[in-house]
């Protein structure tokens, strides 16, 4: 009989699997086995256009912000810095979160990439994307004999 090492963590990588099957849009990342931010976002739609409305609070300047568009999903990323960092042994209470974010969202609807608005108000991001017009969805007129 051949002796298995002890391995305490060697179920954690199915564990992360299926936690991310059943809960897609926690709000932490763990699948690199480090903490990736998360940002929370509210998508919907109007007639013409999808909009989305993302909280990120604590950007300190575009370059700290990218956003990726495709016809069906979006992808903001960038990273949260802090320039008046404390560095203090009296530290009381740390719930400000800073570091590397990351989400990438599914749109209800295709979206033209040539006609989309973001802008960085109070700590919410709002990026509009308008709806692609070219609707692929034709009617057939049958001719009966």
């Not at 749109?107 to 609707?135: F, H, S």
Request: hydrophobic share 30%.
């Amino acid at each position: 009989m051949s002796l298995t090492p002890y391995e305490p963590f060697r179920h954690l990588d199915q564990m992360r699997r299926e936690f991310d099957r059943f809960f897609p849009d926690f709000p932490i990342d763990i699948s690199n086995r480090h903490l990736t931010l998360s940002p929370k976002m509210d998508v919907h739609e109007t007639d013409h256009e999808v909009i989305l409305e993302c909280d990120i609070p604590g950007l300190e300047s575009k370059e700290d912000l990218q956003i990726d568009v495709e016809p069906r999903s979006v992808r903001i990323e960038g990273r949260i810095k802090r320039s008046k960092e404390v560095h203090d042994e009296r530290f009381y209470r740390r719930e400000r979160e800073i570091g590397h974010f990351r989400r990438v969202v599914p749109l209800p609807a295709e979206v033209a990439e040539d006609d989309i608005r973001a802008t960085y108000r109070n700590g919410v991001l709002e990026v509009r994307m308008r709806k692609r017009l070219d609707d692929r969805r034709r009617t057939i007129d049958v001719e009966f004999h």
